[in-house]
């Protein structure tokens, strides 16, 4: 049986990669998820992080999906391997999930000419370490250097990410990462969040330094991936329909998801366990 591809954040961030997959991928049926009544996934330990993100996981399997692209960075480094390893073989080998890491830093290799590269993102992600380890498995020879900007998502979710009192906690972590290393020439937007920062981000920082939003790599990832497995290809719904899902109130989830998709969205409250 066809079903929608899986679609799940921690909170709305995940909306800025559902929008550029639905741009390079619109012919599929999405179903987005969102933990949003117990986010922010950031500042929670592995272990907190796996259950809850193994919780969805098995809510998006339950609603059918074959294929889940776990669009949240703090889920991609804390969870996804345990879930791929140990989990996935135990509930159902013909089934995929994906994180968003791998594809965003695949590319940086052609990008970097200082061999120098930066990650911005939340406390979890930077701590968690997977930026670099990832990095230094494909590149061995570049150097990383994170910062934790535990400040960035809500400035977005509460629609301040275009007001003037972002600039300085903009600023700050941009001084503050190439303090730690000034030759970085390639920046990662280390969450799904960041995108929409991005104005306030290229205000502050040197055109000289390339920026690394996660969206679009993600798309071309999934649609390689898409055909390179033709048997979950088959397997994934094609009418151009997108649900969504959200453990907050839908009003709630209706007017935050609105700062980052345009139209009305229609979302119906779920709980996970």
């Not at 899986?6 to 390079?24: A, M, N, P, V």
Request: aromatic share 8%; net charge positive; charged share 20%.
């Amino acid at each position: 049986m066809k079903s929608p591809i899986g679609i799940f954040d921690s909170g709305y961030g995940g909306l800025t990669i559902l929008k550029e997959i639905q741009k390079r991928l619109p012919e599929y049926d999405y179903l987005y998820l969102g933990d949003n009544a117990r986010t922010p996934y950031g500042t929670r330990s592995f272990e907190v992080v796996y259950e809850y993100t193994l919780q969805a996981v098995k809510k998006l399997f339950e609603e059918g999906c074959h294929l889940i692209i776990l669009a949240c960075n703090t889920a991609s480094a804390k969870a996804l391997r345990t879930i791929q390893q140990n989990d996935l073989p135990r509930i159902n080998a013909r089934k995929r999930v994906l994180g968003i890491i791998r594809p965003t830093i695949e590319n940086i290799n052609a990008l970097t000419h200082t061999r120098h590269v930066g990650v911005l993102g939340t406390p979890g992600t930077i701590s968690s370490g997977s930026y670099p380890l990832e990095i230094q498995k494909l590149f061995p020879d570049i150097i990383v250097t994170g910062e934790a900007c535990p400040l960035w998502v809500p400035l977005v979710e509460n629609g301040e990410y275009d007001k003037e009192g972002a600039d300085y906690f903009v600023r700050q972590h941009l001084d503050a990462i190439l303090q730690k290393d000034s030759f970085i020439d390639t920046l990662i937007l280390g969450c799904t969040h960041y995108p929409l920062l991005i104005n306030k981000i290229k205000k502050y920082l040197p055109s000289r330094i390339h920026i690394v939003s996660q969206g679009k790599h993600v798309a071309a990832s999934l649609e390689d991936y898409l055909a390179r497995h033709p048997e979950i290809k088959s397997r994934c719904s094609t009418g151009s329909l997108c649900r969504f899902l959200t453990t907050e109130s839908e009003n709630t989830f209706a007017n935050i998801a609105s700062i980052f998709l345009q139209g009305n969205i229609q979302a119906e409250r779920i709980s996970l366990k």
